[in-house]
């Protein structure tokens, strides 16, 4: 099945420890979002890339790194600089072509809790 | 600075009426706005989309209408179903000034549709 695949599922973590969340997508999808969820805050974007070896930041970067070496793959690093981690994150992708390019898909998200 | 507003957090609707949900923008360049649905613990789903070229659209029991000149938009679901119960978001972006990539979402409606 075509889909955008998230993992892990629930992840814990140490202070002090980064940590990576996959994400990888076979939709032939070019461009490609990190979001993250916070009660009462709605998603707020972390990082996203519209085409391989290229990214930009989003509205809350700071303490995160990605990388976008494969169209189909756009892993997220929390970093131990991100003061608040525990939150939902989800990866998401974009067509960039058509009637529906401009709207985006989602993955089932990856919970992460420091501990 | 919040860019989409959805002022009303819930939403309780009895079976068979119409849901309103409702979304304000102060962004006058966001020409393309998106409603999603989200499950606990789920990524969110793509409902419905419009442009700014339309006041409106319509895919089934749902119907998104867009005021331009009030900066409004609001999502009808009728009849409304208890499976409708979910948090919805809505979503904009201003693909005319080459931020297309980009989407910002409000905070979230949550709607329960009571039997």
């Known amino acids: 099945d075509g889909g955008i695949t998230q993992s892990p599922k629930y992840l814990f973590r140490k202070e002090g420890q980064n940590v990576t969340l996959s994400c990888e997508q076979n939709?032939?999808?070019?461009?490609m979002y990190w979001y993250r969820q916070d009660p009462g805050q709605g998603l707020r974007l972390i990082y996203y890339?519209?085409?391989?070896?290229?990214?930009q930041k989003g509205d809350i970067a700071e303490g995160y790194s990605v990388s976008r070496e494969k169209k189909e793959s756009f892993p997220l690093t929390v970093t131990s600089a991100q003061k608040n981690p525990t939150a939902f994150y989800l990866c998401?992708?974009?067509?960039?072509?058509?009637?529906?390019?401009?709207?985006?898909?989602f993955g089932e998200g990856s919970w992460l809790t420091v501990v | 600075d919040q860019q989409v507003k959805q002022n009303s957090p819930s939403l309780s609707v009895q079976e068979g009426r119409i849901s309103i949900l409702n979304c304000d923008y102060t962004?006058?360049?966001?020409?393309?706005f998106l409603w999603y649905k989200k499950y606990p613990a789920e990524g969110p789903t793509f409902l419905i989309s419009?442009?700014?070229?339309?006041d409106k659209n319509e895919d089934g029991r749902f119907t998104v209408f867009l005021n331009k000149s009030a900066k409004h938009l609001s999502l009808h679901i009728v009849p409304s179903q208890p499976g409708d119960s979910a948090v919805y978001f809505c979503?904009?972006?201003?693909?005319?000034?080459?931020?297309?990539?980009?989407?910002?979402f409000g905070t979230g409606t949550r709607l329960q549709v009571t039997l």
């Open positions: 939709l032939n999808h070019d461009a």
């Open positions: 419009i442009s700014s070229i339309k």
């Open positions: 962004n006058s360049m966001f020409d393309y």
């Open positions: 890339s519209q085409i391989v070896n290229d990214f």
């Open positions: 979503a904009a972006s201003a693909r005319t000034t080459g931020t297309a990539s980009k989407l910002t």
């Open positions: 998401a992708s974009r067509p960039g072509q058509g009637n529906s390019g401009n709207t985006i898909y």
